[in-house]
Structures are given as C-alpha cells and as structure tokens.
C-alpha cells in the first residue's frame, strides 16, 4: 500500500543535542510538510515542500530546518532542541495540480522526548 | 484568515448511539473540507473530504458529513458508535488554491459501553 512512513517513532534526545527526524513516502505526491503537535492540541504547519521548494511558515522557529533531497524524502533538523520542543512531529503529503492542493496523507508520527 | 471552530472539547456517547460533532468555519471563499481522526499515539487519518458537488459525503468507518454553506458548518455524523471509534477529530479547512490546512482544535469522543 501507498504510504507515509516516519522514522523513528519515538526519539529521545537530550537538551541542545541535535536531532533529525526522517519521513518518506510511496505516494509520490509533490507535497511534503512538516507538523508539530503538542498534547491536546491541534497540530501546528512548521514548514512544506512544493517540490523542492521551501515554504517556512512565519512564526517557525530558526532551531528548525528541513531537507528534502528527493521526491520520496524530507527530513526535519532540530539545531538545538529545548524543552519546549517536546511533541508528536507529523510528516504528510499532497498532491497538488494546476495551483489545488489536494487532501493531506499523514505518517505516523515521532514522538520526540527532550531530557 | 481562515479558521476553524469545533465548539466541542469532550463529547461521550454510549455504544451503539448515534453521533454528530459540529464544525464551522470562516472562510471567505470556496472552502475545502477535510475531517481526520487520530487515535493516541498515532498520526492522523483521513475520514472524509468535500471539494464541490454533492453536499453530503460518505466517508470511511461509516461516517458522513453535510456541508451547509449558510451555516459555514460541516458536521461529522455517524448513526451507530463503535467502541473502536474513541479517538480524537479533527475538522479542518484548506485553501482552494494554497496548500495549508487550518485545523480546529479537535474533539475528544469517549463511547461507553
């Protein structure tokens, strides 16, 4: 089956050490994005992919980066993770044609631990 | 800017009953609908969507949705729960042209036995 696959699912880090978490995916969508999700609550856009271009969203922090080197990989760099950053981080994908951007296919999830 | 309402943070349902979780949005133009469930722990997965057409969709699990442009509502339904349908909802909205989805804050669905 067609699928977003994310790796690891739980990761555990410490304070200040980096971290990079990996998303893939066999849709072969042009879309590929980011989330955070904090306890109870609804998850937050980090950043997206158009291909491979680059979407920041404003108020994303500058501790977190993203890579995508393929169509089938994107992966999310946390410089120097506090506390804060403790969540559930969500990879997902879309498809986009002429400008409509289709519905959202989600990974898993890794739920990231910062000691 | 668009947004999304669910006036509902806890909702519990006995087995077997039937369910609506409400939903509404502000959007000044032709919205794009999505409805996705998550179980804890898990990523999100996606129930059912309205683009254009039909305003009552079938989704999967046996859920349904009616847009109501009047309203600016797009609730979920379900006629019959499932003990296995305990999870949390989450209604969202996206751009006709854009990619961002803009979720509510979710619904929490306890069914008891």
């Known amino acids: 089956d067609a699928m977003v696959i994310q790796n690891p699912r739980y990761q555990v880090t410490q304070f200040g050490k980096p971290v990079t978490l990996s998303c893939s995916q066999t849709?072969?969508?042009?879309?590929m994005y980011w989330y955070q999700q904090k306890s109870s609550q609804a998850p937050k856009l980090l950043f997206h992919?158009?291909?491979?271009?680059?979407?920041n969203e404003a108020d994303t922090p500058d501790n977190f980066q993203s890579r995508r080197p393929n169509t089938s990989f994107c992966f999310l760099d946390i410089r120097s993770p506090g506390l804060g950053d403790a969540a559930m981080y969500l990879c997902?994908?879309?498809?986009?044609?002429?400008?409509?951007?289709?519905?959202?296919?989600f990974g898993p999830g890794t739920r990231l631990t910062v000691t | 800017a668009q947004s999304v309402t669910q006036p509902d943070i806890h909702i519990t349902v006995s087995e077997g009953a039937s369910l609506e979780l409400r939903c509404n949005y502000s959007?000044?133009?032709?919205?794009?609908l999505f409805w996705y469930v998550q179980s804890p722990g898990q990523g999100l997965q996606l129930l059912l969507k309205?683009?254009?057409?039909?305003?009552l969709v079938q989704g999967i699990k046996g859920f349904e949705a009616e847009f109501k442009r009047s309203q600016s509502s797009f609730n979920l339904r379900k006629p019959s729960v499932h003990w296995s349908d305990a999870a949390e909802y989450f209604c969202a909205v996206g751009m006709e042209y854009g990619n961002k989805l803009v979720f509510g804050a979710g619904t929490i669905l306890r069914v008891k036995s």
């Open positions: 992919y158009y291909d491979k271009d680059f979407n």
């Open positions: 309205y683009f254009s057409g039909d305003t």
């Open positions: 849709l072969n969508h042009n879309v």
């Open positions: 959007y000044g133009a032709t919205p794009y």
């Open positions: 997902a994908t879309s498809r986009e044609e002429a400008g409509i951007s289709y519905e959202q296919y």
